[in-house]
């Protein structure tokens, strides 16, 4: 499983970006797929997490209220909606997966998850 991302770029404080996450030759319905990112100097985190069912979402406070992850089934991509972005959003952002358990406040496990390339995405004026 090999994770394609896009969408990234250079956005000013306040504004949005949806980023894109397709997998090639496979389904994704079939797993529950992660939004990550990681900051220079930073551990990975998670940002949030869909279902394989696409009836569960999680996010951490730090994102919640202003990222919306969701999931097309017949373009077969999963999406990440980010709103009110802030400086500190700044990072390469990634798709993981199978996220089943969903690593919220934890540092995630690199090597038990498929990842994609990443994204970048830099919030500044």
């Known amino acids: 499983l090999q994770f394609v991302e896009s969408g990234g770029g250079l956005v000013q404080p306040g504004g949005s970006l949806r980023l894109s996450c397709g997998a090639p030759?496979?389904?994704?319905?079939?797993?529950?797929v992660g939004w990550f990112r990681q900051a220079a100097g930073k551990e990975r985190e998670v940002v949030a997490c869909?279902?394989?069912?696409?009836?569960?979402?999680n996010y951490p406070d730090s994102v919640k209220g202003r990222f919306t992850i969701s999931r097309d089934s017949a373009k077969n991509i999963i999406y990440l909606q980010m709103n009110s972005l802030k400086p500190e959003d700044t990072a390469i952002y990634y798709c993981?997966?199978?996220?089943?358990?969903?690593?919220?406040?934890?540092?995630?496990?690199?090597?038990?998850?498929?990842w994609g390339q990443g994204t970048q995405v830099t919030v500044s004026s």
């Open positions: 993981g997966a199978p996220v089943d358990m969903c690593p919220l406040n934890t540092v995630p496990d690199i090597e038990r998850y498929y």
């Open positions: 030759g496979f389904n994704l319905d079939y797993y529950a």
């Open positions: 869909l279902s394989s069912g696409g009836d569960r979402t």
